[in-house]
C-alpha cells in the first residue's frame, strides 16, 4: 500500500510566523503535490514536483514556497503566515504513468490567528 | 470556475436507497479519479478510469467514464451510513496534474 505521512495532523500559529509543513511518501514516486482543500472550493493546487529539486507553482503559488531535496520528502513552507492561509493542507505523490493518479496523505489542517 | 462540476453538492438519503453523482465537464481527459473523503481526513482513491465508456464496479459502487471521456458518474446500490463522506471527482488531461471538482457531500442516515 502507498504510504503518504505529514508531519503534524493540526497546526496552530501566529500571523507573521514561518510555517513548515513536511510530507514523506514510501513507494519512491517521483511527483509530489501541494494542495490547500476550503469548503466550496475544493482542492488547488499550491506547488507541485516532478523530481528532487524541481518544482513548479501550481494555481495559487503567493504566499508559498516548497523544497525537495531528497525524492521521499516534499515541504511546504508559508515565508510569514496570513490568516488567509487558514486552511486543510493535503500532500500528495504520484508514479510516472499512473494515469494521473494520486495518493494522500491525512492532511494537516493550519489555524493562523 | 470548476472544470469539473459535481452534482449535486448534497445528498441525504436513507439507508437502503440508492444515488447517483455526477462529475461534468467541457475538456476531455485521459483518466478520471474518484475519491471519498471523510471529515479531518485526506481523500482516499476508490477508482480510476481511463477508457472512454468504461464501467468498474467496486462492491455496491459503480463507476463510469462517458464514451467522449469529458463526464463520469458513481452509483451506490444500496447505500450504508459506512458510505458517507465527500465524494470527489478529478480529471487528468494528459500530464500528471489532476483538476477537482468541488465535490459531493454525502449524508446516509440510519
Known amino acids: 500500500d502507498v504510504k503518504v505521512t505529514q508531519s503534524s495532523r493540526y497546526l496552530v500559529k501566529r500571523t507573521g510566523e514561518k510555517v513548515f509543513l513536511e510530507c514523506v511518501q514510501d513507494?519512491?514516486?517521483?511527483?509530489m503535490f501541494w494542495y490547500r482543500q476550503d469548503p466550496g472550493l475544493g482542492l488547488r493546487l499550491i506547488y507541485f514536483?516532478?523530481?528532487?529539486?524541481?518544482?513548479e507553482k501550481g494555481d495559487i503559488p503567493e504566499g508559498y514556497s516548497v523544497s525537495r531535496e531528497k525524492k521521499e520528502r516534499f515541504s511546504l513552507i508559508l515565508e510569514s503566515a496570513s490568516t488567509n492561509q487558514t486552511s486543510m493542507y493535503l500532500c500528495a505523490s504520484s508514479p510516472p504513468r499512473g494515469k494521473g493518479t494520486q495518493y494522500f496523505g491525512p492532511g494537516t489542517r493550519l489555524l493562523v490567528l | 470556475t470548476q472544470l469539473l462540476e459535481q452534482s449535486p453538492q448534497f445528498l441525504s438519503i436513507q439507508e437502503g436507497e440508492n444515488l447517483t453523482v455526477y462529475c461534468n465537464s467541457s475538456s476531455v481527459f485521459s483518466s478520471l479519479q474518484w475519491y471519498r473523503q471523510e471529515p479531518g481526513e485526506g481523500p482516499v482513491l476508490l477508482v480510476t478510469?481511463?477508457?472512454?465508456?468504461e464501467v468498474k464496479k467496486l462492491k455496491r459502487l459503480t463507476f463510469q467514464f462517458g464514451d467522449a471521456r469529458k463526464d463520469s458518474s458513481l452509483h451506490i446500490t444500496a447505500a450504508q451510513p459506512g458510505d458517507t463522506g465527500l465524494y470527489l471527482c478529478?480529471?487528468?488531461?494528459?500530464?500528471?496534474?489532476?483538476?477537482f471538482g468541488a465535490g459531493t457531500t454525502v449524508t446516509v442516515r440510519a
Open positions: 478529478a480529471g487528468a488531461r494528459g500530464d500528471y496534474k489532476l483538476s
Open positions: 514536483s516532478y523530481d528532487v529539486k524541481m518544482k
Open positions: 513507494m519512491d514516486h517521483e511527483n
Open positions: 478510469v481511463v477508457t472512454g465508456g
